[in-house]
């Protein structure tokens, strides 16, 4: 299969079914001697894992990652790192009745087109456990770029029309002005939350109106917030490989996400220029901007300015309520979808989206080395 491969310089590929004997992913271009342990990555696969709270999946997996290669004596060796989750709950019985129809909002229907076959066992490499291979890597990139000052804050801003009440500039200021807590602090509060919500009072609405959905046998969507801060300008490159078209790009290949944007986004469309543009000043002998309406990106190049984007997730499409399709042999039926199904989505893409910004900034920094002669003179 194509497409199952991502990045240049630091690149990967996922491999593995949801219902096979495991998920993995090799991490090829990672940097000789970073100090890298299971337990570092598994506190990442923890945050996007089953069973966390009544509003994921009841399926009971560990997601134990286990490292097959590339470290040696607790450092990586600067070869493929190969990283493995096996399977362990699998019930693919659960899923034996869909062999014969197309479940709306799923890939059923397209995947049989395009290849005249489908792993029906909870939808193959279309299910959201694909995604494990993502997390284990991006786990590993974000390690890398913490250690080079960078820092990601990451939350779900909207579930359904539950919507925080602060902004991304908002929660920076508080930050800043200590305010409200430290980065540390508020990243530990959101990893509390059973929604990943920085907002406790939307929290707890949007919890209700989870339940709601839940009675009715219904599902939500929601939208998935990123502030990365520390990120250097000039990051990007001005055509084809620019920072905001690469980070498009990931976001958009997580399986349930419809929309993305960074900074104003679709609202700077609304706006006039005078309104939008981000003016320069100096201080402290430091280019600044007086607002972040381009989302610390600029012609596809960082700014310098934080990093502010975010992705709108479509609701869980496996829902228990009846809903009209067609079986194989092109007969109208009508369905009611069974089984342990995450009534949203959001909580747990909150990881994956991390990472997946994480894995394409690594790749475009690795790639920046050589676009001065100064860096190669440093390097050399």
């Known amino acids: 299969m194509a497409g199952s491969t991502l990045g ?19 991490v090829d271009g990672c940097p000789a001697g970073l100090p890298l342990e299971e337990s570092d990555i598994q506190k990442f696969l923890d945050r996007r894992k089953p069973g966390q709270s009544r509003y994921s999946t009841q399926r009971k997996e560990g997601d134990h990652v286990e490292i097959l290669s590339g470290v040696f004596e607790g450092h990586t060796t600067g070869t493929p790192i190969s990283l493995v989750v096996f399977n362990e709950d699998q019930r693919s019985r659960d899923y034996g009745d869909i062999a014969n129809y197309y479940r709306p909002g799923h890939a059923d229907y397209t995947f049989d087109k395009k290849y005249g076959f489908r792993d029906y066992r909870g939808g193959g490499r279309s299910s959201g456990r694909e995604t494990i291979g993502r997390v284990a890597a991006g786990a590993i990139a974000i390690k890398v770029l913490n250690k080079l000052g960078l820092s990601f804050l990451t939350y779900s801003r909207a579930i359904g029309p539950v919507v925080i009440p602060q902004s991304a500039d908002d929660l ?42 839940m009675r009715h046998s219904d599902s939500a969507g929601g939208i998935v917030e990123g502030i990365i ?26 399986g349930a996400v419809k929309g993305f944007e960074i900074g104003a986004g679709f609202a700077a469309a609304s706006s006039k220029g005078s309104e939008n543009n981000d003016t320069l000043r100096m201080k402290d002998n430091m280019v600044t901007f007086g607002s972040n309406h381009a989302g610390g990106i600029l012609g596809g190049i960082s700014n310098g300015a934080p990093i502010i984007y975010r992705a709108a997730f479509k609701p869980t499409p496996s829902i ?58 440093k390097l050399y």
């Open 8 to 26: 240049k310089h630091f690149q990967i590929t996922t491999w593995g079914e949801s219902h096979g004997k495991g998920i993995g992913v090799v």
């Open 229 to 254: 801060t520390g990120v250097p300008a000039g990051i990007g490159e001005p055509v084809f490989d620019k920072l905001d078209a690469n980070l498009a790009k990931a976001i958009f290949s997580i």
């Open 320 to 377: 228990a309520s009846i809903q009209q399709t067609v079986n194989k042999s092109r007969e109208d039926i009508d369905i009611s979808i069974h089984g342990r199904h995450d009534p949203i989505i959001v909580p747990r893409a909150v990881v994956v989206v991390e990472c997946m910004t994480a894995l394409t900034i690594l790749d475009l920094m690795l790639e920046n080395m050589g676009t001065k002669m100064e860096h190669l003179e």
């Open 172 to 213: 920076l200021a508080a930050i800043e002005q200590n305010n409200c807590c430290s980065l540390t602090k508020l990243q530990e509060h959101i990893l509390a939350n059973p929604l990943y919500m920085p907002d406790i009072a939307s929290s707890e609405k949007a919890q209700e109106y989870l339940e709601e959905c």
